[in-house]
C-alpha cells in the first residue's frame, strides 16, 4: 500500500461535485496484492483487501479512497466484484471511496 493521489477529473461528477475544489485527492494505492495460486478462490483475496481497507481507517493519515491499476481483465472482475468502480481515461484503474468501503466492512 502506498499513498498516492488521482487527479478529481477522473472521479465521476456525482462524486467530485462533494469534493473540495483540489485538483487531486489523496488516495492509497494498492500493488501486488496476490494470493498463491493453490489457494485461488477460497476468499483469501477478499480478506487481503478488508485488511487494507482497515488500515486505511485505522490510519490518522486521510485518504479519499483506496485505488489500484488492475493488471489484467480477471483482477479488475475480482476488484469490481468487490465494489470497485473505474475511473479516468485506462479501464483498469479502479477505485472505492473509504466512505463505501467502510460500509462494506460493517456488513
Ligand atoms: C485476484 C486475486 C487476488 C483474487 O484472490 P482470491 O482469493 O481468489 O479471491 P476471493 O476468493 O477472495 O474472491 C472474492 C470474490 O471475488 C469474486 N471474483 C474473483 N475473481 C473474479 C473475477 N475475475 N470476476 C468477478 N468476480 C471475481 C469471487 O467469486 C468471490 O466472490 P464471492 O465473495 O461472492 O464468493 C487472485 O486471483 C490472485 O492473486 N491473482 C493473481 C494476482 C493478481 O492478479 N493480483 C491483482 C494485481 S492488480
Given at each position: 500500500?502506498?499513498?498516492a493521489?488521482?487527479?478529481?477529473?477522473?472521479?465521476?461528477?456525482d462524486?467530485?461535485?462533494k469534493?473540495?475544489?483540489?485538483?487531486?485527492?489523496p488516495?492509497?494505492?494498492?500493488?501486488?496484492?496476490?494470493?498463491?495460486v493453490?489457494?485461488?478462490?477460497?476468499?483469501?483475496?477478499?480478506?487481503?483487501?478488508?485488511?487494507?481497507?482497515?488500515?486505511?481507517?485505522?490510519?490518522?493519515?486521510?485518504?479519499?479512497?483506496?485505488?489500484?491499476?488492475?493488471?489484467?481483465?480477471?483482477?479488475?472482475g475480482?476488484?469490481?466484484?468487490?465494489g470497485?468502480?473505474?475511473?479516468?481515461?485506462?479501464?483498469?484503474?479502479?477505485f472505492?471511496?473509504?466512505?463505501?468501503a467502510?460500509?462494506?466492512?460493517?456488513?
Amino acid at each position: 500500500m502506498a499513498a498516492a493521489e488521482v487527479p478529481v477529473t477522473g472521479l465521476p461528477d456525482d462524486l467530485r461535485r462533494k469534493l473540495p475544489r483540489y485538483p487531486t485527492v489523496p488516495v492509497v494505492r494498492i500493488g501486488r496484492l496476490a494470493v498463491d495460486v493453490r489457494h485461488d478462490g477460497k476468499g483469501l483475496g477478499s480478506i487481503l483487501v478488508a485488511n487494507a481497507i482497515g488500515r486505511v481507517l485505522r490510519s490518522e493519515i486521510a485518504a479519499y479512497a483506496l485505488t489500484v491499476d488492475a493488471k489484467d481483465e480477471a483482477a479488475a472482475g475480482f476488484y469490481r466484484h468487490l465494489g470497485f468502480l473505474p475511473f479516468g481515461p485506462v479501464d483498469k484503474a479502479l477505485f472505492l471511496p473509504v466512505a463505501t468501503a467502510k460500509k462494506l466492512l460493517e456488513k
